[in-house]
T-cell receptor, first 114, second 112 residues
Framework: EAGVTQFPSHSVIEKGQTVTLRCDPI?????LYWYRRVMGKEIKFLLH????????ESGMPNNRFLAERTGGTYSTLKVQPAELEDSGVYFC????????????FGPGTRLLVL | GQQLNQSPQSMFIQEGEDVSMNCTSS?????WLWYKQDPGEGPVLLIA?????ELTSNGRLTAQFGITRKDSFLNISASIPSDVGIYFC????????????FGKGTRLHILP
């Protein structure tokens, strides 16, 4: 069974540009999470989808970030316009159920904003 | 602000040695999780702990959920080269069991 996949693996963009990251969760997993790790800091929670609904978006840093999960399958995270401090690794994770359930992480998208 | 203090940040050990790393918090956690990240990959769950005092093993790995619910440790016995990587402690706090909080990680280096 395929794990969580993310695309692209790397992205280098200039400040002010737009980038869209994609996550495909494990098939059948209703719960999808976005996390990110900026340089020198810990991995931080961004938001949690249950199917297509945003369950918790308390970690989204500001309104330049927009996450969607239309149809409850894959998700996209768009950063517009990107700033230098957005550089980091963006991880997606999925789980079968909510609560104390193992979250399986994807390999991440390494974003560099110049 | 940072909620999990993970130490040490980096460790250099000889192959075959045992290693211990720990995590503390000023807040109570409902679950403690230990992840390992290899280069170019995402974090992979090693051990999950759900009850205060719980001691769980997974092969050469052993982890414990502290009695106070504010700390956890991970031990790796008889280290081998493939143990190299970044180990993250993590957990969830009431009432949000889905929002994982991570420590900064301990980077483990193994000398031949």
């Amino acid at each position: 069974e395929a794990g969580v996949t993310q695309f692209p693996s790397h992205s280098v963009i200039e400040k002010g540009q737009t980038v869209t990251l994609r996550c495909d969760p494990i098939s059948g997993h209703d719960n999808l999470y976005w996390y990110r790790r900026v340089m020198g800091k810990e991995i931080k929670f961004l938001l949690h989808f249950v199917k297509e609904s945003k369950q918790d978006e308390s970690g989204m840093p500001n309104n330049r970030f927009l996450a969607e999960r239309t149809g409850g399958t894959y998700s996209t995270l768009k950063v517009q316009p990107a700033e230098l401090e957005d550089s980091g690794v963006y991880f997606c994770a999925s789980s079968l159920r909510s609560g104390q359930e193992t979250q399986y992480f994807g390999p991440g998208t390494r974003l560099l904003v110049l | 602000g940072q909620q999990l203090n993970q130490s040490p940040q980096s460790m250099f050990i000889q192959e075959g040695e045992d290693v211990s790393m720990n995590c503390t918090s000023s807040s109570i956690f409902n679950t403690w999780l230990w992840y390992k990240q290899d280069p170019g990959e995402g974090p992979v769950l090693l051990i999950a702990l759900y009850k205060a005092g719980e001691l769980t093993s997974n092969g050469r790995l052993t982890a414990q959920f502290g009695i106070t619910r504010k700390d956890s440790f991970l031990n790796i016995s008889a280290s081998i080269p493939s143990d190299v990587g970044i180990y993250f402690c993590a957990g969830t706090r009431p009432p949000l069991d889905d929002k994982i909080i991570f420590g900064k990680g301990t980077r483990l280096h193994i000398l031949p």
